[in-house]
């Protein structure tokens, strides 16, 4: 069980699983980028958890001149895995990560829930 509370340790939400943990708080990020569309200095608008195949970024690194994002992009496409862009409220230095396997997604999915919920003032419980 993994509880969400409010600054006043108010229950807001109980999740029965992580899976249903990750996927409240991506629905907070998507309610967050409707209200950011205009603001863009919203902090809410600079957080992002993408899982990009590796068929996709055969065709998309070619375009890109980032270095960091292209080199773990051709990794990614080697080694056919796919590649995880992470922000945690800052659009100029992401996470760039191939991904191995799915309980290292679901690692990363679930510390960045937990990253996004306590930066966005919510306490997080688990049991």
């Known amino acids: 069980m993994i509880m969400l509370a409010d600054h ?20 907070l990020k998507n309610q967050a980028n409707k209200r ?32 960091a994002f292209r080199e773990a992009a051709e990794q990614a496409c080697r080694q056919q895995q796919k590649l995880l862009v992470i922000h945690k409220g800052e659009r100029a230095s992401p996470l760039i990560v191939p991904v191995t396997s799915e309980q290292a997604f679901a ?20 049991e």
């Open 36 to 67: 950011a569309d205009s603001d863009p200095e919203n902090l809410a608008a600079k957080w992002g958890f993408t899982c990009y195949p590796h068929k996709f970024l055969e065709d998309f690194f070619k375009i890109q001149d980032e270095k």
């Open 8 to 27: 006043t340790f108010k229950i807001v939400k109980r999740c029965r699983h992580e899976n249903e943990f990750c996927d409240y708080i991506c629905y």
């Open 107 to 126: 690692q990363l999915r679930k510390d960045w829930c937990k990253s996004y919920a306590r930066d966005h003032g919510l306490i997080v419980i688990t």
